[in-house]
């Protein structure tokens, strides 16, 4: 049965019944009988089919609920007995939004000197793409923004705050300035993150506030390639401080404070909701309060 719930989880995500075999590591015959069979099982029919997967029937969608459930307990059961054989060892997956990547090296470097059979996969996503692959059980936690946009049901752990700074190089507009208003920012050439970001729709929320529009020449879901933008000396940048001091050209570039208003956001760990957490999942959220209480003793 937990099989069959995964191979169910796998179509629900990819919506192709060949990707979701490959993603599983079965050939789609494999999979197709697997769903049948749990179709049967159940006394209900699951998937709408046609030539192709064309969607999940109302019972089907009741049962992937239930089966992300089953599926995790089962996950973390596994986890916790092989914990308790060998001592906290795995893989933990994590998305996080760009701005977020930073300061991910004082998550995992911590964390993998107390626990070192621990390795890591870490990917860049938007707000809304790493709550969806946090409930498709795709990954293990995430690290996004906690309070401009619904959470669901999630574990958080808060982290630090964002405070936006305008980014420039040296010799351009404004880089001798102490400090420069949103509305001062709306002028200038600016590269921004692209408007499925939830930093950029909080940028475009603060310019729309002072009276001036974000209309960037250039946008991009790379904070590396804003930096190397802004480092030309024909482009600006909104960022965080803590993401631009993190690509360390001290010398090169300005970073000031952007005030009427100055404005932070909260940026957090996320993880499913659930008791007991996977060991792992566990020691990384203990992991985040003890950064998230080094912070706030800074």
Known sequence: MIDKLEFFIALAN??????????????????????????????????????????LTPEGQRVLEWARRIVGDSRTMREEMKAARKGLAGHIRIAAIP????????????????????????????????????????????????????????????????????????GSPMSERRSVTW????????????????NRRIINRHLAEAGAAAKPSLESNSMILLFSHVLTGRWASIMPKNVAESFGFPSEIQLIPIVEPEVHHLVGLVATHREPYTPLVSALLHEARVFAASEAGR
């Open 183 to 198: 509305k001062e920012v709306g002028s200038l050439r600016l590269c921004l993150l692209t408007a499925d970001m939830q």
């Open 14 to 55: 990819e919506k192709h019944f060949g990707r979701a075999a490959e993603d599983c590591g079965v050939t789609q015959p494999t999979l197709s009988a697997a769903i049948r069979q749990l179709e049967e099982q159940l006394g209900v029919m699951l998937v709408i089919r046609g030539s192709r997967f064309k969607g």
């Open 99 to 170: 701005t977020a990547l930073a300061m991910i090296p004082k998550l995992t470097t911590p964390f993998q000197e107390r626990h070192p059979d621990v390795t890591f996969s870490v990917v860049s996503r938007n707000s809304l793409q790493v709550l969806s692959l946090l409930e498709n059980l795709e990954i293990d936690a995430g690290i996004t923004y906690l309070e401009n946009e619904p959470l669901g049901r999630v574990t958080s752990v808060p982290l630090y705050e964002e405070r936006y700074h305008l980014v420039t190089a040296l």
